[in-house]
């Protein structure tokens, strides 16, 4: 049974993996705030465990168990996200940290009761598929804001991006999963997108904003 550490580990690589599956020991070091020569052994030690595939100098890689492994430890995030907002009322912005903790409990049956309550959900409070209990994830074909045309409706799906800052932000706007929005233009100069929706009649979003905005394109 992998340690708290180590479920952390698997995270990151899951999460920073490219599309070859490939992450270097820098930003995996990064991303966990810890040095490269902590990285270094840590991931020796998930090598002996069979969990990643790593050489010197080389980035490091999950193996099929270890992919398995992290995506059930990001079932579990999703699935406690999603139950501490439709179960327990918490707004989407509050539920991250809880969740990081949650995450390593080691009890199936209790991960299974909230699947079951919540009726077997796909997606998490941010839009975030929720791995199935194999470790499969579905893929969706969502596109970022940034890139519609002026004209098109579109419906916000996901995010790239769930600090809390930027939920707060979100929630400021008004903007939720569902919100059908129409792009009415684009901003040459510093490509911010101005919109309508709901009872916002003309609503400009900055270029970072829709970038970490996910749209399903209506019409
Ligand atoms: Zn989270």
Known sequence: MASYTEENYLKALYNLANPQGEVSISDL???????????????KGLQKSDLVLYEKYK?????PKGKKE??????????????????MGFG???????????????????????????????????????????????EFSYVPLSTCKPGQS???????????????????????????????????????VVVSYDSHAQETLSEKVSERLLVRILE
């Open 154 to 192: 579109v419906q916000l799906t996901a995010l790239t991006n769930s600090s809390t800052e930027f939920l707060e932000f979100l929630n400021s706007r008004k903007l939720a999963l569902g919100t059908e929005l129409r792009i009415l233009s684009r901003e040459a100069y510093d490509l911010s």
């Open 59 to 63: 980035p490091v890689t999950l193996t």
């Open 92 to 138: 989407w912005e509050e539920v991250h940290e809880v969740a990081e903790q949650i995450e390593h409990i080691h009890a199936p049956k209790f991960f299974e009761r909230m699947d079951e309550m919540l009726g077997h959900p796909t997606i998490d409070p941010h839009g975030s598929p929720i791995p199935d209990n194999q470790g499969r994830m579905q």
């Open 70 to 87: 992290a995506a059930l430890v990001v079932r579990k995030h999703r699935l406690t996200e999603m139950f501490l907002v439709k179960k």
């Open 29 to 43: 070091a990064n991303s966990l705030n810890v040095s490269m020569p902590t990285a270094n052994s840590m991931v």
